[in-house]
Nanobody, 116 residues
Framework: QVQLVESGGGLVQAGGSLRLSCAVSGRTFSSLAMDWYRQAPGEQRELVASITRGGTTNYADSVKGRSTISRDNAKNTVYLQMNNLKPEDTAVYYC??????????WGQGTQVTVSS
């Protein structure tokens, strides 16, 4: 059973920074591509950032230049560093893992609230 546990969310003022973490257990981490999604109230869940098994990254336009996704295969953890946060970044942030054979797994989410 694969488990993903997010942490690092919280309340921050606009312009501040947060680093989200997602710890993965139950699968060989290096076999997983990792994504961060977010969902604001009343909105659809949207992809924020991705990192492949090989370390290639991709970002949504809304966070490009302000966020960095990274992975530490030794710690089975993926990170999302978010800088210059804006009120519109307020959402529940979810970690998603995709195994190379196609299985997907989600974490329970961590709340990020940015005050103006």
């Amino acid at each position: 059973q694969v488990q993903l546990v997010e942490s690092g969310g919280g309340l921050v003022q606009a312009g501040g920074s947060l680093r989200l973490s997602c710890a993965v257990s139950g699968r060989t981490f290096s076999s997983l591509a990792m994504d961060w999604y977010r969902q604001a109230p009343g909105e659809q869940r949207e992809l924020v950032a991705s990192i492949t098994r090989g370390g290639t990254t991709n970002y949504a336009d809304s966070v490009k230049g302000r966020s960095t996704i990274s992975r530490d295969n030794a710690k089975n953890t993926v990170y999302l560093q978010m800088n210059n946060l804006k009120p519109e970044d307020t959402a529940v942030y979810y970690c998603k893992a995709t195994h190379y054979v196609g299985y997907t797994y989600w974490g329970q989410g961590t709340q990020v609230t940015v005050s103006s």
